[in-house]
Structures are given as C-alpha cells and as structure tokens.
C-alpha cells in the first residue's frame, strides 16, 4: 500500500486531523495568503534586481549570467542538507525566519544606491542570501502543506498554489517595470521587502508543525543519503527530477538573457520588460487552471511526457523576431513555454508528496530541490558564458533545443508506459 504524503504533528495524524475539523481550512488560506503576498514581491525582484544590474551597474551577458546563478546557487549548497535541517525545527518559525532574513537583505540594496556606495558584488551577496533562506523556506513550506491540506484535496491546492503564482508573475513583473520607471531600480526592491514582512505576519499565525527527532538517523549525512536514496532509485521520481532538471536548465539560461536580450538586441524600454515578462504569468495562470482537468482527461504521466515537445518549440518562438515583430515573438514564446512548464511542474510536485514516506518527505523535496533547481544556476552560467562570444540570440535558440532532452528522458523511463504516474507503486524495502 502507497503510504501517505500527509505530514503529522508530534502526536501524529490524529493530532493533524481534529485541526483540520476544528479550524476547517483557515490554516490553508494564512499558507495561501503569505505565498501569495511574498510571490508578487518576488515577482518584482526577478525584474528589478536584473534592471539594476543592468541599467544603474552597466553589466553584461556575463555579469547577469553570474547574478541570475548567484540567485539558485544555494540549491546546489545547500539544497540537499536543507530536508534534513528542517525536519528537526518547528516548520512554521523556520519559514517566519527566512521571510524576516529574506527583507532584511533586500533593504540593503535601496540604502546602498542612495548612499551611492551600490556594487555588482554587492547584489551578488543579496542574491546569495535571498537564495540561501529560499532554500530552507521551501524545505518547510512544501512539508507544511500537507499537513493542513488532506490528500485527496492536493492536486486541486497546488493546482491553486501555480497559478496564483502565475498570476503574481502576471502582474509582478508589470508593477516591478512600473516601478523602476517611477522609483528607480533599487527603490522597486523595497515592495519585494515589504512583501517578505507580510508574508512572515501571516505564517506566524499558522498552528505550529514539527516532527519529533527520534524517528531520524543519528548523523545528518544518513539523513541526507535517505532522502538522495529514495529519489534516484524510485522509478517515477528519479526520471521526474531529471526532467526537471532539464526544463531548469534551460529557464536558467532564459533568466540570465532575458533582460539583456530585451534591452540590448531589442532595444526596449523598462516599463516594457516588464510587461513583456510579465505575460510569462499569463500562460502559466491559464495552465493552472487547467491543469487538474488535463490530469482527469489525459492522466499526469501523459502530461509529463509531453511537455517537453511543446516546450521546445515555445521557447524556439522566444527569439525567434526583430524589432517589433521580436516583441511579439517574445511575449507569445514567453506564454506558450510558461504554459508548458506549469501542468508537468504541479504533476509531479502532487505525486512527491503523496507518494514520499511522511518521515521523508522533507529530504525528498530537498533531493529533487538539489538536482532540478540546481541546473538553474548552470544553465545561467553557461549562457551567459556563451552568449558573450556568440550572442544572447544564438544561445537562446540553442537552449530551445536542450528541451527536447526532458521528453527522451520520460520517453526512456516507466513512466512512459503509464497513463498516471500514481498507477506505478514500488515495493517499501
């Protein structure tokens, strides 16, 4: 029998389910309401922090390549040690911690360029920072969720969680071009702080969750080696993750480009990335939204095999004009690969955490956090390299063909046999 991904307080299940007949789903919308807030701060980081590097440092491809890998370095750092950290520590203070950590960096870029004493390096660290409490954040939100969400309940939750994330992609990156026009580059950062400060009142008011100690290996390199163990022999998650790892790779290298690929090669104004980024939220909104529809009529596996393709040829669009005909191209690609990502993305983040041992999911988000996020900061890193010698234009037509990688993986693994990735359920040893 396929255990369930249901998280359970010191006393267990029981404990989880007379809170959820006491406080009915008030604990789901304080998790949905700090998400949503911190996502639309963050949305208008992904605009404002590169535009700052950009437009007040005058860096390059190469300088926003390091910037976009310095904001998902942690993953690779931290990322498996993170499941294991956080399986010790109450759930809901940690990600109160990170919120508060998290605004405290974010303050310091707008104070640094006022005090005209701003550097590269110094938005360097604040990514470092940012991405480090990230890190542990999600290790304790992703465990959080399950247990104030019943599992027969959480496709449709996470469904909801992606797509107001989508939405705050939607209309972050908007809000963040707007405000760099009006408040500059470094003062737009100050939403993304107050939204972390947001965030962290709403999460303090979550009923506390935390495993007990005993139940875990002595040592933290066993508890790392469970969790990694589980993940790459398990015939679903191992090829889940390494598609994962794919699509990453490849929105790695898109997010160190973009920006300069609007700026420079189409010559666009602040306020327009934003917008033009900003129809990313647009596409993976709508995705969301159908996304529990799809796995009714065509089954999460399918999804998951299938992705890839569309993907390919939506990011192939991206750079695919010039001028305002490269605009239209941009925004539409944009859409379609955002759409694309999304479904596969909410799939297999369900089946992670219905399929996990309670007692490991913690390290098995961590393990697929590690591997799949860690590819961002690669792939940020080798084209904005690349992207220096033969141009941001080239190299994000060559990451377009990196797609076509994630469905020969599925195609290669059980999955593509199934019509559900629930419908393959390996033996507990």
Do not use: K
């Not at 469970?226 to 898109?254: E, I």
């Amino acid at each position: 029998m396929r255990a369930s991904g249901r998280a359970t307080g010191p006393t267990g299940s029981t404990r989880d389910d007379i809170t959820q007949d006491r406080l009915g789903s008030r604990p789901f919308w304080l998790y949905w309401s700090a998400t949503a807030t911190s996502n639309l701060g963050s949305a208008v980081t992904v605009v404002a922090m590169p535009l700052v590097a950009v437009t007040v440092l005058g860096a390059g491809p190469l300088r926003t390549g390091v910037l976009a890998a310095a904001s998902y370095v942690a993953w690779i750092v931290l990322g498996l040690p993170a499941g294991a950290i956080v399986h010790r520590l109450p759930l809901r203070a940690v990600q109160v911690a990170c919120d508060l950590v998290r605004a405290a960096v974010l303050l310091s870029v707008p104070l640094a360029a006022w005090a005209g004493h701003l550097t590269f390096w110094h938005l360097v660290l604040v990514a470092l920072v940012l991405n480090a409490a990230e890190v542990l954040f999600f290790a304790a939100n992703t465990t959080f969720l399950p247990s104030v969400v019943p599992r027969e309940e959480l496709t449709a939750r996470n469904s909801l969680i992606s797509g107001t994330h989508a939405a705050s992609q939607l209309g972050g990156p908007s809000l963040g071009g707007l405000l760099v026009q009006v408040a500059g580059a470094a003062g737009a950062l100050l939403a993304d702080a107050v939204s972390y400060l947001a965030s962290a009142a709403l999460l303090h008011r979550l009923p506390e969750r935390r495993r007990p100690a005993g139940d875990l290996p002595a040592s933290m390199r066993s508890q790392i080696a469970d969790g990694f163990r589980f993940v790459m022999h398990h015939p679903v998650m191992a090829p889940a993750t390494w598609w994962a790892f794919v699509t990453n790779a490849v929105c790695g290298a898109q997010l160190a480009l973009f920006t300069v690929y609007l700026v420079r090669e189409l010559d666009t104004p602040p306020a327009l990335v934003g917008v033009l980024l900003a129809v990313e939220g647009a596409g993976a909104l709508a995705a969301a939204a159908v996304t529990p529809w799809l796995v009714r009529r065509f089954g999460s596996a399918r999804i998951v095999l299938y992705d890839g393709v569309a993907g390919f040829l939506a990011a192939l669009l991206i750079p695919a004009g010039v001028g305002y005909l490269g605009w239209v191209c941009f925004a539409l690609g944009n859409l379609l690969f955002a759409a694309t990502v999304v479904p596969g993305s909410v799939v297999t983040r369900t089946y992670r955490q219905v399929a996990s041992p309670p007692e490991l999911l913690s390290r098995v988000m961590a393990t697929v956090r590690f591997v799949s996020w860690g590819a961002i900061p690669l792939g940020g890193l080798v084209a904005g390299a690349a992207a220096g010698l033969a141009g941001t234009r080239t190299v994000l037509v060559a990451s377009a063909f990196v797609m076509l990688l994630a469905p020969v993986i599925i195609w290669r693994s059980p999955i593509r046999h199934l019509r559900d990735l629930d419908e393959l359920q390996p033996a507990r040893g």
